[in-house]
């Protein structure tokens, strides 16, 4: 009985991190960035999103292109890929290791070299956070990931 009081305690703690607030603004260049986390204090527009409450686009509208900035930067590069992959969300894969002008470009739209960064359209989201780049895919009008179910339970 103590095992079923625990898990269910855990699971309720755990529930308010799936169901957290998105935050939207946009930074001096103009550019666009989403995050679960709260924006700079310098920032003047600030649309808060709600966990569950976020809109996508209209069904059947044009949607913006997918880019991943990436390298061969070990596990956090190959898991931002597969993961986009897994999705099934179509994306054009640039890899700034492979190609100077590639590099160059990265470094111009973020003003940093860091990877990886997806953009969804002119949003840019830097590293690899499958919550905030859910938001933003759905947000663009790409489906949402599919529930995974749980494997029958044993007898």
């Given at each position: 009985?103590?095992?079923?009081?625990?898990?269910?305690?855990?699971?309720?703690?755990?529930?308010?991190?799936?169901?957290?607030?998105?935050?939207?603004?946009?930074?001096?260049?103009?550019?666009?960035?989403?995050?679960?986390?709260?924006?700079?204090?310098?920032?003047?527009?600030?649309?808060?999103?709600?966990?569950?409450?976020?809109?996508?686009?209209?069904?059947?509208?044009?949607?913006?292109?997918?880019?991943?900035?990436?390298?061969?930067?070990?596990?956090?590069?190959?898991?931002?890929?597969?993961?986009?992959?897994?999705?099934?969300?179509?994306?054009?894969?640039?890899?700034?290791?492979?190609?100077?002008?590639?590099?160059?470009?990265?470094?111009?739209?973020?003003?940093?070299?860091?990877?990886?960064?997806?953009?969804?359209?002119?949003?840019?989201?830097?590293?690899?956070?499958?919550?905030?780049?859910?938001k933003m895919l759905e947000m663009a009008g790409y489906a949402a990931p599919?529930?995974?179910?749980?494997?029958?339970?044993?007898?």
């Amino acid at each position: 009985m103590n095992r079923i009081a625990v898990f269910l305690l855990a699971l309720a703690c755990a529930t308010p991190v799936v169901a957290g607030d998105l935050y939207r603004w946009t930074d001096h260049t103009g550019r666009v960035h989403y995050s679960d986390q709260p924006p700079p204090r310098d920032v003047k527009t600030v649309k808060r999103m709600g966990g569950t409450g976020a809109t996508t686009a209209e069904a059947g509208a044009t949607r913006p292109p997918v880019v991943l900035f990436n390298s061969n930067c070990g596990a956090t590069c190959e898991q931002a890929a597969g993961y986009l992959r897994q999705r099934g969300v179509p994306f054009t894969l640039k890899s700034v290791d492979k190609d100077a002008a590639t590099a160059t470009e990265l470094r111009k739209r973020t003003g940093a070299f860091e990877v990886p960064v997806l953009f969804v359209g002119d949003s840019m989201q830097r590293g690899y956070s499958p919550s905030v780049w859910d938001k933003m895919l759905e947000m663009a009008g790409y489906a949402a990931p599919a529930t995974a179910e749980a494997p029958p339970a044993k007898p």
